[in-house]
């Protein structure tokens, strides 16, 4: 329920965007002096995919992502977009393969890509989960990553039992190796360490946030989108431990 709460604060007073998913929440707003596109993916109970009832990204999501982005290019003002990410997954299940959840994803994600490269600020706050091919979809290519400091905010490619079910490790192992090997772990600061994050923040009820807690998000959002400097991602790279990756790239420019 996350991401519905910051949803609604963080939108309170914006008109909503009608003809969507029950699962996608969307709203146009004011952030500071400027228009903006709040994007949410929320739980549906009665989703007619039943795997994609918790808040999962599944096929009616993808598309809805990819529809809502597009909405707002179309509007040819370039204006902001901010995805409020807590998503636990994305929807797994034998109709959603059979039915092309990949496409559906993927035109989410390159929806999102073509709205920073078309000069939208995409800002993705980080509210809760942020996992697997959810997290790809909805925010991961947002010009500037956000995230609250709590437990609860975590982001991985999957859960834990799953990832040492393909590990061949119990839990409590992996959780011993993710210590040593920060791409392994859970935890934001792990995250963080990567580069990939603009800035952590610390609220006071990250559940149900207060009038204050939305303030410092909404002025962090502000402060996100005139830090903008380019349409492409290259300043996640800076990490220490994306060091590796900076130097991949570098003999591949020159090779190439």
């Known amino acids: 329920m996350r991401g519905l709460q910051w949803f609604n604060a963080l939108s309170a007073g914006a008109i909503a965007v009608e003809g969507l998913p029950r699962s996608l929440k969307v ?8 228009p903006v596109r709040y994007i949410a993916v929320v739980t549906d109970a009665q989703n007619r995919f039943p795997r994609a009832r918790n808040g999962e990204v599944g096929l009616l999501e993808g598309w809805g992502l990819a529809k809502a982005v597009d909405e707002a290019i179309a509007r040819g003002d370039t204006r902001p977009i ?5 998503v636990p997954s994305q929807a797994y299940g034998r109709r959603e393969e059979a039915l092309g959840i990949h496409q559906a994803l993927a035109a989410a994600a390159d929806s999102y890509a073509r709205a920073r490269l078309a000069g939208h600020p995409v800002i993705a706050l980080l509210v809760g989960k942020a996992m697997s ?16 400091r709590d437990p609860g905010v975590m982001v991985h490619a999957m859960g834990k039992a799953s990832a040492a079910r393909v590990t061949l490790r119990s839990v409590e192992e992996l959780e011993a190796l993710a210590a ?3 791409p392994m772990a859970y935890d934001i600061d792990s995250y963080a360490s990567l580069g990939l994050l ?3 923040l610390s609220v006071s009820q990250i559940e149900q946030p207060t009038s204050e807690d939305v303030a410092r998000v ?10 903008i400097g380019s349409t492409d991602l290259s300043g996640r790279l800076g990490a220490t431990n994306r060091a590796a990756s900076s130097h991949v790239r570098q003999l591949l420019r020159e090779q190439w």
Do not use: M
């Open 27 to 34: 709203a146009e707003g004011v952030l500071g002096e400027q």
């Open 82 to 86: 901010s995805a409020i990410v807590d």
């Open 133 to 148: 091919g959810a997290f790809l979809a909805h925010g991961y290519q947002a010009n500037r990553l956000i995230a609250l």
């Open 180 to 182: 040593s090997v920060p």
């Open 198 to 200: 603009w800035e952590t």
């Open 218 to 227: 909404s002025d962090c959002l502000v402060s996100a989108i005139k830090d």
